[in-house]
């Protein structure tokens, strides 16, 4: 039997970032991730995709999420990759280090148990768009919020109620973080998709 093809398309985001995003039922999450990130990295490499080795990069401490990393001769290539998985669809985000990038992805029409997680933990700044929002427009705020959390190197450990959203969904702030993170929608479909992307702290 042979295995089932994954379907992919190139989303348009910002210069410097390059998404993919694949989907194909039956399949793993792992396994379409390393695809989607050979096939950037092919492309941005000009090389082609069966030297390039994704890899999970080797923990430093317990409990420590990895990243993947990207080599090619035995040698890290020194670009970022960013990922997001939901059921049998994945998104792969390419960039380069000095670039702060997050993803997400969901589908459009949410259960009511995480509608309900959404009101709970993810504000704005006004109280209006609560009033009047529908439950896409509360899917579309929260996939922003996840974005932005994966985006900021403190990930997880940043509440989704402290990320602070402009009513408009093109920027977002995170607690103790001066600079914004800027967000663009990649939806497609019947996913609602967001890159969040911000500079590398120099300070």
Known sequence: MEPTKLETTKLETVPGVSVLLGWAPGTEAGSRIRQ???AILAERLEIDAAFVN??????VQFGHHTRLIAVVDGREVPLM????SFRTASVVAVFEPTRL??????????DEAALHEIRAHSHLWGSSFWQEATDESLVVHWS???AVRQADPRGVSIRPEAVRLDPPFAKAWAPERKDAFHLVDLS????????AYGTVATE
């Open 36 to 38: 989607l990130a050979k």
């Open 54 to 59: 994704v890899q999970r990069e080797a923990p």
């Open 81 to 84: 990759v960013r990922t997001a």
């Open 144 to 146: 922003r919020v996840q």
């Open 188 to 195: 497609t479909g019947a996913y609602v998709i967001t890159l």
């Open 101 to 110: 990038v997050g993803l997400d992805i969901r589908a459009r029409q949410a």
